[in-house]
């Protein structure tokens, strides 16, 4: 049973142009949802997270927009750079324990 | 600071054999988990050990055994290796308070054969 749900599986996007990724939960006890970042041959690392008692959470070129009511939220990467090349995983964290969606497998091409 | 260390990098098992996974974190983090990472399924919690002398399941527990050493070094045991647990194994760990960011060490990539 996966509790969140990530789409899409893979995105491939030009230089400069918008990358959006979705993820969709089950679970209301959620409090927390991170964003990581992976690139290959490495760990997960935070790129950022939110709190379902806002509603867009900015940090330069990314930003989460939550809404609580449909139990969604979404990571979109501003103006893509090749850099930002890597796979993105969402999750959801009841206490200290994170439940992760698939991932997706960003590609930014030049 | 080293962050979280995973010993072995690399291991190939053949079915049946034995082998345990090292994680430590010099961040004097109370909590730690273990995961496997599968192609199109994220990051699945094996076990995790909310304080040194605490373990839980988490959702995919069986055919591991973990062992919190003490507070910086948490361990994953494979009794008896099966072809299905070839996979990528992070280690990571987390701090009390919020935000209860989780630091993941480098991963290690078993093949069991």
């Known amino acids: 049973q996966q509790q969140v749900k990530q789409s899409p599986q893979s995105l491939i996007v030009q230089k400069g142009g918008i990358s959006i990724i979705n993820c969709a939960y089950e679970n209301t006890a959620f409090d927390y949802f991170p964003w990581y970042q992976q690139f290959p041959g490495k760990g997960p690392a935070l790129l950022i997270a939110i709190r379902p008692d806002v509603s867009e959470k900015k940090e330069g070129r990314f930003t989460i927009s939550f809404n609580k009511s449909a139990k969604q939220f979404s990571l979109h990467i501003m103006d893509s750079q090749p850099g930002d090349s890597a796979t993105y995983f969402c999750a959801a964290a009841s206490g200290s324990r994170l439940t992760f969606g698939e991932g997706t497998q960003l590609t930014v091409n030049p | 600071n080293a962050g979280v260390t995973q010993t072995p990098k690399f291991q190939v098992l053949k079915t049946g054999q034995s082998m345990t996974l090292q994680c430590a974190q010099d961040?004097?983090?109370?909590?730690m988990y273990w995961y496997r990472q599968d192609p199109g399924m994220g990051l699945r919690l094996i076990y995790y050990s909310a304080s040194e002398g605490t373990t839980d399941k988490g959702e995919v527990p069986n055919g591991y055994n973990v062992s919190r050493l003490n507070k910086r070094e948490f361990s994953l045991r494979l009794e008896s290796a099966a072809p299905s647990q070839t996979s990528v194994y992070f280690c990571?760990?987390?701090?009390?308070?919020?935000?209860?960011?989780?630091?993941f060490g480098p991963g290690t990539r078993l093949t069991v054969t």
């Open positions: 961040m004097n983090h109370n909590s």
């Open positions: 990571a760990s987390s701090g009390l308070l919020p935000p209860l960011e989780q630091y």
